[in-house]
């Protein structure tokens, strides 16, 4: 009946004011309908859903949605619609308050379904009193005003027809054809459900298939659980559930307050977790509250005693309130749950860890307590997952995220930039392939990891995993690459890190020098191709520039860099402040090294001071001299002109040619080499080390260096025996003397005659004091210009020689020696045998001794000729030998057989003296320089032995040689001493000793000191 055909009037107004304010709920509503949010325009489908759940609690209810031009239809085989059922869908009045167990059934949350069309077809079954009847009725909602949503619920009343009908034997539908709707609402709402049914099917065991039907474009599909859930542990099952032909695997793990719930794949030995997607709510309240797409609780929590919102949009968490409290109580439940799952998955190796481990804060609101949630489910996620293996390695095994010592055990990549973070992962799966996520799921733990302690950024790869490790090599430990790799790996992240972030190179010690220690680029030049010898030659003199100086290896761009020519220069500044300062031998042979070195603009004249410089000091000096590549701007000339003045300076310390010559090497002529050497200077620029008066290397006639200014050219014309007739009582005008093999450019008046010599040698002989004319060495000088006299023109003698020539026969006699000598002689002269006596003396072979022994024994003489007459003269000779071993025997008390043995056995044996020449440097049986070290020994224990006994004095003692020692004197007389080392238990003598050992006033020290005498009486006769 319709309100204005009803008679009573009270009872008319009654009825108006009830259809007002059931219009007034109704326009309220839809008016917020009108600007409705994406949440609102998502959940109609859900209402739905929840209402065809709901009418039946035995059985599981389908339903199907169809689509096509003219309506969007949804379909359920639920339960039977009840008398009040109806007017409260016409009058919009929830029937769900007051009855337990029911979830909604046409309230308020049934006009959002209006936002897909306010025109509504309904379609059903009520019963009452076990009577059923068929009904049909038009929902309009299109008024906007009281009146006419007055006239709308009239209308819905009037279009209401119902028909009587038996029972129903088979399932009957109910049907809610929504006309006309807003396709863009029912797309988005229907590609929702279709993405998340399945957990509505997994929460509400009420429900059973579910179809869509898309008329239009010519598809079904249906949901509908495979079989029943697997359960894999107490408390936690595997729903199967078939969309179409895919099957979609949910696990659902619950107890009695709460379940949660996550989409898995099956794997070969276990399971994976799949992402929760973005439009899928987190929160369900047995049916999901749209609008907690963004609650990230790591699954989707379900529990029938949350209490939501009124728009089932969000949950009440925040304050103390009862509702809060609920909430709270039934998270926390949830995470318990959450725990058991991932530490099952955990054991059993299942696998994309990280899409339960996003654990972001839900969007702050009004009903959401941030601080709470952060402190009792965030807080409480992390700390259980941080040491629990959930990360997957590229080797297939699982890490945590924090070893047993809570130190970060995994390395997430972290930049905003995808390439940025793949090359990260790149070189941090070099150092640590153990402990960073395998390389496809980077992007994604990238997205939720939480600490910045486990990011591994640019600067953590900078500082912690290079600049950390210190050098190359402890970096090539981490990287287990050889050394030549591990260069190539750091030339490659440097050239990333240039690429991306070059600013690391100035905060972070990343860059090799050439030790392969980490630096800051600001501490380091680029090395334009300084060879490698050059700068361990400045490393030496003190200028480390490897340290500097960036690996060749590395190829980033630098701002600063060094040159051949710089460090040209940074050796010649130390070489020049040297200042020719030869006492560092550490400096010493630096130069030795750079001067074994060369450029091919230098090597001809370079080579030349390497060949004298190999010579003379020999191993010190490096056997091949080496061109070196990309020396163009070196310049050598310091080095060069302080190895050349190195080299005059050593040279003349010798002073002495022949001591010159011990210490050359090979088979090198001493004049030779020596007269190649000044060539060299004076043709070079360093002809002035020839003007030097403290370091002379220019040799005189008698072997001794001396400064230029102190020396005459030798102008050929002076006899050599001349020049030596004077040495024995005066050489020092030979000390003038250039050495004739030598050339300077000197003037006309430095020159010296024959004419020259000539008057010295007069002036000399007129000088000498009678008294001493007796000494050996006078005697030995007359001898020798006596011997040089008989060859020559008389003329000549009387014209240059007028003092000496003229008082020869005087000067004779006086250099016979004694006075009893001299009366000898006289009467050998007046004797007419003469001519005797001369035969004998010029006969080597018979000595002193063997003309005393005749002259004391005129028998043996008588009894030689005899024999010598009966032809038995070998046999005389055999008897004198005889006589001699006799003798030996008896001084020694020995009981040699031959003389031969006495040599053998005695001398070379007992005494360990051995007169051959001194063996030359190349020889294999004798160490040279064991020699020399050896013979410099012997001499300071000789010098320590003469300074005990007062009869020797040796303050002013001269080397003639490194062995011949003059100007020593004994008793005030001067001697000649051989200072001499063993070697191998051997003494070896060369000529010039042999000479001085027959000077019977010499003597020679081995050790101990032997008389010249003993030696003679022995060795000589």
């Not at 047993?404 to 992962?425: G, V």
């Not at 939480?450 to 290079?466: C, F, M, P, R, S």
């Not at 012997?938 to 010098?943: C, D, E, L, M, T």
Request: proline content about 3%.
């Amino acid at each position: 009946m319709r309100i204005d055909q009803i008679p009573d009037p009270v009872q008319r107004e009654r009825q108006l004011d009830y259809n007002r304010a059931i219009a007034q709920k109704i326009r309220n509503r839809l008016q917020q309908l009108e600007n409705a949010n994406e949440k609102d325009k998502r959940r109609w489908i859900w209402e739905l859903l929840q209402n065809a759940k709901d009418t039946v609690s035995d059985r599981k209810v389908d339903i199907e949605i169809i689509t096509n031009e003219k309506y969007i239809e949804f379909r359920h085989n639920g339960g039977y619609f009840s008398p009040r059922n109806i007017t409260n869908l016409i009058h919009q009045i929830s029937s769900k308050e007051g009855i337990e167990g029911n979830i909604g059934r046409f309230g308020t949350g049934f006009l959002t379904t209006h936002t897909l069309s306010r025109l509504v077809e309904v379609e059903g079954v009520f019963s009452e009193n076990n009577e059923f009847y068929k009904f049909e009725l038009n929902l309009d909602r299109q008024s906007s005003t009281e009146i006419e949503l007055v006239e709308g619920i009239e209308k819905s009343w009037e279009s209401f027809q119902s028909k009587k009908i038996e029972k129903p034997n088979n399932e009957t539908w109910t049907v809610f054809r929504y006309l006309n709707p807003d396709k863009e609402v029912a797309n988005d709402t229907l590609k929702d459900f279709e993405t998340f049914i399945h957990f509505n099917l997994a929460f509400v065991q009420g429900l059973g298939k579910v179809t869509i039907n898309k008329q239009i474009e010519k598809s079904k599909t249906t949901f509908e659980l495979l079989h029943e859930p697997k359960e894999i542990e107490e408390g936690i099952s595997i729903f199967s559930f078939l969309k179409g032909k895919e099957q979609i695997d949910l696990l659902l793990a619950e107890n009695e307050n709460v379940s949660i719930a996550i989409e898995v794949k099956k794997t070969e030995n276990s399971y994976s977790f799949k992402p929760i997607l973005e439009n899928i709510p987190r929160v369900f309240c047995a049916f999901p509250l749209i609008g907690t797409e963004e609650f990230y609780f790591p699954f989707v929590v379900n529990s029938n005693q949350f209490i939501p919102k009124t728009e089932r949009d969000r949950l009440y968490l925040r304050g103390e309130t009862k509702d809060a409290d609920n909430n709270k109580e039934i998270l926390a439940h949830a995470v318990d749950l959450y725990k058991k799952v991932v530490k099952l998955a955990s054991e059993n190796k299942w696998k994309d860890f990280y899409v339960i481990a996003d654990t972001k804060l839900p969007k702050e609101d009004d009903d959401f307590d941030r601080n709470w949630y952060k402190d009792n489910i965030q807080k409480t996620i992390r700390q259980f997952l941080l040491t629990l293996p959930i990360v997957e390695t590229e080797k297939d095994g699982l890490i945590p995220i924090l070893d047993e010592e809570e130190k970060a055990n995994t390395y997430f990549p972290f930049n905003s930039n995808t390439e940025i973070r793949k090359e990260i992962w790149k070189y941090t799966f070099d150092l640590y392939p153990n402990n960073i996520p395998c390389k496809k799921h980077i992007d994604s733990w990238y997205k939720i990891i939480w600490n910045k302690a486990y990011h591994q950024t640019l600067e953590v790869l900078a500082e912690d995993d290079i600049q950390n490790s210190e050098n190359i090599e402890s970096l090539s430990e981490s990287l287990k690459k050889d050394i030549e790799n591990t260069y190539e790996w750091t030339n490659q992240i440097c050239l990333f890190f240039e690429k991306e972030k070059p600013e690391l190179f100035e905060e972070f010690k990343v860059l090799p020098n050439q030790y392969g220690v980490f630096k800051l680029k600001k501490d380091l030049y680029e090395d334009k191709n300084i060879p490698d010898e050059l700068k361990e030659i400045n490393k030496q003199l003190g200028a480390d520039w490897k340290d500097d100086l960036l690996h060749k290896s590395i190829k980033i761009e630098m701002s600063s860099y060094r040159t051949v020519y710089a460090i040209s220069e940074t050796i010649d500044s130390v070489i020049r402040n040297n200042e020719f300062d030869f006492s560092d031998n550490d400096f010493n042979n630096t130069i030795y090294q750079l001067i074994a070195y060369t450029n091919k603009e230098q090597a001809e004249k370079q080579k030349k001071i390497w060949e004298f410089s190999r010579a003379f000091y020999y191993e010190e000096i490096p056997e091949k001299i080496l061109v070196l590549e990309n020396t163009e701007k070196f310049d050598w000339s310091e080095s060069l002109e302080w190895q050349i003045n190195k080299l005059a300076v050593d040279i003349s310390e010798l002073k002495y040619v022949e001591t010159l010559g011990e210490e050359l090497h090979g088979a090198i002529n001493t004049i030779d080499w020596l007269k190649d050497f000044i060539n060299f200077i004076q043709e070079d620029e360093y002809k002035y080390l020839l003007d030097s008066e403290e370091n002379p290397i220019l040799p005189n006639q008698n072997g001794w260096f001396y400064p230029k200014s102190q020396l005459f050219l030798d102008d050929g014309t002076l006899d050599s025996e001349l020049k030596e007739a004077l040495r024995p009582i005066n050489s020092e005008w030979l000390d003038e003397l250039l050495d004739i093999n030598i050339y300077l450019d000197l003037p006309s008046n430095r020159e010296r005659s024959f004419e020259d010599i000539a008057n010295q040698i007069d002036i000399t002989f007129k000088n000498f004091p009678t008294a001493d004319r007796e000494l050996q060495e006078f005697k030995k000088a007359f001898e020798n210009l006596y011997a040089w006299f008989q060859e020559q023109d008389e003329n000549k003698l009387k014209k240059y020689f007028e003092w000496t020539y003229r008082n020869m026969t005087m000067l004779y006699v006086s250099s016979i020696g004694t006075v009893e000598e001299q009366k000898s002689v006289l009467a050998i002269a007046s004797s007419g045998k003469s001519h005797i006596f001369s035969n004998i003396a010029n006969n080597k072979e018979i000595d002193n001794d063997d003309l005393e022994f005749f002259a004391n024994n005129p028998k043996k003489i008588k009894q030689l000729r005899e024999m010598e007459e009966s032809g038995k003269s070998s046999v005389s000779k055999q008897a004198v030998l005889d006589e001699k071993l006799e003798e030996i025997n008896t001084k020694l008390g020995k009981n040699f057989n031959s003389l031969d043995e006495f040599v053998s056995e005695f001398i070379a044996k007992d005494k360990k003296i051995d007169f051959m020449d001194e063996p030359t440097g190349n020889s294999k049986y004798v160490d040279m320089k064991a020699i020399k070290t050896s013979n410099e020994n012997a001499r300071q224990a000789i010098f320590d032995y003469l300074d005990k006994h007062t009869d020797y004095d040796v303050t002013e003692w001269t080397k003639i040689t490194n062995t011949i020692i003059s100007k020593i004197k004994k008793n005030g007389i001067n001697i000649n001493v051989i200072t001499k080392g063993a070697n191998n238990g051997i003494i070896y003598f060369n000529d010039k000793e042999k000479d001085i050992l027959k000077n019977e006033k010499s003597f020679s020290e081995l050790g101990f000191i032997v008389a010249v005498s003993f030696l003679k009486s022995i060795l000589v006769k």
